[in-house]
């Protein structure tokens, strides 16, 4: 915490009924893990097949974590502009996911360059740090623009309190979706009320499994399916040969095309001979 928080910043006095105590010091000391509580956490979860990973928000903690032999890190908006802990992250050549909720694209640009000093192996998240944040300003389309800027994997960070931007991002194609969760709303402190729980994942799960498929193919196609016979159309009508004996199959006595493309070029030399009465008049 000492590294982390200046000594006002520690002092200050923190009451209120979300309080852990009466500064700001004892508050975050009261909330924080011990790196023997995350080294347990990181074994309880790879039992489960899961990658444990954490952010650091200072030096010691990022030592530590990396003590921890972790496969992944993970830098917060917050610490995206503190240049000297990006530039050790990176050397550290362990992936990461970096989110970008508080920055410009300069800001961006500066820390990739810190990164890519190392090693390339990034992901971005697209984020608005806002709690909650406004469905109106998430801005999801931004995850295309990163991609292109950047030409990296781009996720998505979300603190909105529904569920449908999140499923709105596995749509879009964000590699990695990341949400905060708790056991239950109703504990102490600012943002559980906001955060998703048990039921709030198993509502999003199966919309997140299904937006992946409508989204799978980007080349335009027709099923065989899609694409019957048009006499075999109950809603399609055709034009005799004689309707437009301009069209440049005149070989077959009918048509084979729905009207409304028929209609079109008849309709097409009927202006022009309209126009052309007009004209003579």
Not at 148 to 153: G, I, M, N, T
Request: hydrophobic share 35%; with cysteine.
């Amino acid at each position: 915490m000492e590294a982390l928080l200046t000594r006002e910043g520690r002092a200050a006095p923190y009451s209120g009924c979300n309080s852990f105590g009466p500064t700001y010091g004892e508050h975050r000391n009261a909330l924080e893990l011990s790196i023997e509580q995350m080294a347990e956490l990181k074994a309880y979860s790879e039992s489960l097949g899961l990658v444990f990973f954490a952010s650091a928000w200072d030096d010691p903690s990022l030592v530590q974590i990396l003590d921890l032999d972790v496969e992944l890190l993970k830098i917060s908006s917050a610490e995206l502009v503190n240049v000297p802990l990006v530039r050790k992250y990176a050397q550290a050549h362990v992936p990461i996911i970096l989110s970008t909720g508080m920055s410009s694209l300069e800001d961006i640009d500066v820390a990739l360059a810190e990164i890519n000093a190392y090693h390339d192996d990034v992901v971005l998240l697209h984020c608005n740090s806002t709690y909650p944040c406004p469905e109106d300003q998430i801005g999801l389309p931004v995850m295309d623009g990163l991609r292109e800027r950047y030409s990296l994997p781009v996720g998505y960070s979300g603190h909105e309190q529904g569920i449908a931007p999140s499923v709105g991002a596995a749509a879009l194609g964000a590699c990695v979706v990341e949400r905060h969760f708790t056991l239950d709303k109703s504990f102490k402190g600012t943002d559980h009320q906001r955060h998703w729980n048990r039921q709030s994942f198993h509502r999003w799960f199966p919309w997140f499994a299904r937006s992946k498929k409508p989204c799978a193919s980007r080349a335009r196609k027709f099923s065989q399916k899609s694409r019957p016979h048009p006499r075999n159309c109950g809603n399609a009508s055709f034009f005799k040969r004689s309707a437009c004996r301009s069209c440049p199959d005149r070989s077959r006595p009918d048509h084979p095309l729905p009207a409304c493309r028929r209609f079109a070029c008849a309709l097409g030399r009927g202006v022009e001979r309209y126009a052309q009465e007009i004209g003579s008049a």
